[in-house]
């Protein structure tokens, strides 16, 4: 198993900046990559970063490209999130996910990102 904590979400004005982390535990070895997902109200959980845990490729939706960037510390089992220029449209619940083969198949409990404009 492996369990995942978000951390760093919060209330931030149009333009500003946030920094998500997630720090995973347990059995870490056996995870291939890890992303980031979000859920806005009333909105179907969608697609916003990945990174690959060895090899560091990423993978941005075309929504959040150039503005935010996903990052790892494979040392402290750690993903991160930096997210800048944000705008209302990026409010949502944020999650952090991990997966050993093709899908993503663990989850955090979600970080709340409110964008005011």
């Known amino acids: 198993q492996v369990q995942l904590v978000e951390s760093g979400g919060g209330l931030v004005q149009a333009g500003g900046s946030l920094r998500l982390s997630c720090a995973a535990s347990?059995?870490?070895?056996?995870?291939?990559?890890m992303g980031w997902f979000r859920q806005a109200p009333g909105k179907e959980r969608e697609f916003v970063a990945s990174?690959?845990?060895?090899?560091?490729?990423?993978y941005y939706a075309d929504s959040v490209k150039g503005r935010f960037t996903i990052s790892r510390d494979n040392a402290k089992n750690t993903l991160f999130l930096q997210m800048n220029s944000l705008k209302p449209e990026d409010t949502a619940v944020y999650y952090c996910?991990?997966?050993?083969?093709?899908?993503?198949?663990?989850w955090g409990q979600g970080t709340q990102v409110t964008v005011s404009s």
């Open positions: 996910a991990a997966r050993r083969g093709s899908e993503f198949d663990y």
């Open positions: 347990g059995r870490t070895f056996s995870i291939y990559a």
């Open positions: 990174i690959s845990w060895i090899g560091g490729r990423t």
